[in-house]
């Protein structure tokens, strides 16, 4: 049960798709998350705020399999004061699990970081009403960018700060880094999951991570993108509230692709300084701290399905049990 559970829970999206987590998995004394700080991306995320948000998205999908199966989820997060890289203890509880959690189970093998543009289609607001509501039930606030001109000016805001992050040194490298892995490595970006095109007036710009081999439909030309730009925000601003929102961030996009809706959660603009403190003050305001803008839509209905993104095989991922366990 604990390997299959935790290939479930490295399906989780991760920045770059690092996947900056390593796992400790005994019968007996639970599952171990902790952070693989030889993932840590240095450049872009220097206090590790997204490389938590990674790993809290993988520790959710982890409590989701266990209840998909049947099992309930003790979670203790950053158990060893001695170990800030010790995220989460978990221990599997044999007893009926949460309805609403074991519900997002079967979205864990289909969910997609959709990149391309989304259909012409608004998404009802009881739909996003319950995305919200997932995210507060799992430990974070999310904020929707209503309204023409809040969206116009958020775009603005991010092609900016997407400049200045292109300008800063050691981007370029760490980008490369991470676009240019061998098949075999199991992670990082391919350019079969990067849009090709060019940028449309509205359009919510994307990472520039490599030249883009991902075919646009030809109708999403015609039309506008109907997405929704959705804030993911922490509760504190400290190591716990960035775990916790990795772990809303997770129940968001499960529970997105089990209504039908398409994602892609952007990372790239919460990098910056002052985007942050844009969103801050304009769009979350006092006493929450924003992790993660998701883009919630359709997908055009003329696209294909989107293939799985890679992943490293388990055994690489895994570390021996503790000694004496």
């Known amino acids: 049960m604990l390997r299959r559970v935790l290939e479930s829970a490295v399906r989780a999206p991760s920045v770059y798709n690092s996947q900056p987590w390593r796992w400790r998995a005994d019968s007996i004394a639970g599952i171990d998350l902790f952070a693989d700080r030889d993932r840590h991306l240095i450049t872009i995320d220097p206090d590790g705020r997204d490389l938590r948000l990674s790993c809290g998205a993988a520790l959710q999908h982890l409590v989701v399999a266990l209840a998909g199966l049947g099992w309930s989820a003790q979670v203790d997060r950053f158990p060893d004061p001695e170990n800030s890289g010790h995220l989460a203890r978990v221990e599997p509880v044999h007893e009926s699990p949460a309805a609403d959690v ?67 040194a050691g981007y370029s490298a760490e980008l490369a880094r991470w676009t240019g892995r061998y098949a075999a490595a199991g992670d990082g970006i391919e350019s079969t999951t990067v849009a090709a095109g060019i940028d449309l007036p509205g359009d919510v710009p994307m990472r520039r991570f490599t030249r883009g081999a991902l075919p646009q439909s030809t109708h999403s030309l015609t039309h506008v993108d109907a997405s929704t730009l959705m804030v993911l925000s922490a509760r504190s601003d400290d190591r716990l509230g960035s775990l916790r929102a990795g772990e809303a961030a997770g129940a968001v996009l499960l529970a997105a692709t089990g209504l039908g809706l398409a994602t892609t959660p952007l990372s790239q603009p919460l990098e910056v300084r002052r985007t942050r403190d844009w969103v801050s003050e304009h769009i979350v305001g006092p006493q929450v701290f924003p992790q993660l803008l998701i883009r919630v839509g359709w997908a055009d209905p003329h696209s294909p399905p989107l293939p799985p993104a890679r992943r490293r095989a388990i055994d690489h991922v895994l570390q021996p049990p503790a000694t004496g366990t």
């Open 102 to 168: 074991a519900r997002l189970a079967p979205a864990i093998p289909l969910r997609r970081t959709d990149r391309r543009r989304f259909s012409s289609d608004p998404v009802d607001r009881d739909m996003l009403d319950a995305l919200v509501a997932q995210a507060r039930d799992w430990g974070a606030e999310m904020h929707l960018v209503a309204g023409a001109a809040a969206r116009t000016r958020l775009i603005e805001t991010i092609t900016r700060s997407a400049s200045l992050q292109r300008q800063q």
